[in-house]
Every structure is written in C-alpha cells, then in structure tokens.
C-alpha cells in the first residue's frame, strides 16, 4: 500500500515537471499534467502487479519503472494535444470576437 502513495507522489511531482517544461502551459490547468500522470501510474502499477511482476526475483523493478514512464508519456501527450488544441480554440475565438 506504501508503494502506491510513493508512486502517486511520484508521479504527481513528474506530472510538475512536464506542466513547468510545456511552453503553453497557461493554457490550461497546473493540476492536470499531474492527475494524468497519478491515474495512468496507478493502473499501471494495479496492472503490472495483477500480472504477477512485482515479487518474482529480479522482476520488482517493473511496477515501478513501468509506471513512472507511463505516467510521463501520457502527461505530456496530454499536455501537448491539449496546448494545441486549446490554443487554436483561443485564437478562433479571439478572432470571432475581434470581428465582430
């Protein structure tokens, strides 16, 4: 049970991470790179754990490397989709507005 809140804080902090790298990240949340990172982590870890890799010999590393590199990829597909989506939805908008 430890693990999962030493993965969740992980990964939230990764999730930071991405969040402060992203260009446009005043484009949406601060909190929703780590949310992502923490959900995908988790089933991750429930999966990889569910599959028996966490205490066979040589084989405990898995769960944890697995997880964290989950939750990095798809935070930051998250941030990358949703920067440039809701950039051109601002510019689209900011256009109609100025038209009128």
Known sequence: ???LVV???IAAGLGAIVWAA?????KYGVLLPSAVAVVAAMLTWIITVAAG???????????WVASL???VVFATV???VLGRS???FDTARLT???KH
Request: proline share 6%; glycine share 6%; aromatic share 8%.
């Open 86 to 88: 809701r950039s051109t």
């Open 22 to 26: 992203d260009k446009k990240h005043h």
């Open 78 to 80: 998250v941030s990358i």
């Open 96 to 98: 109609a507005i100025l």
């Open 53 to 63: 890799l966490s205490y066979n010999p040589g084989w405990t590393w898995v769960p």
């Open 69 to 71: 590199v989950v939750g």
């Open 7 to 9: 993965i969740a804080l």
């Open 1 to 3: 049970m430890i693990d």
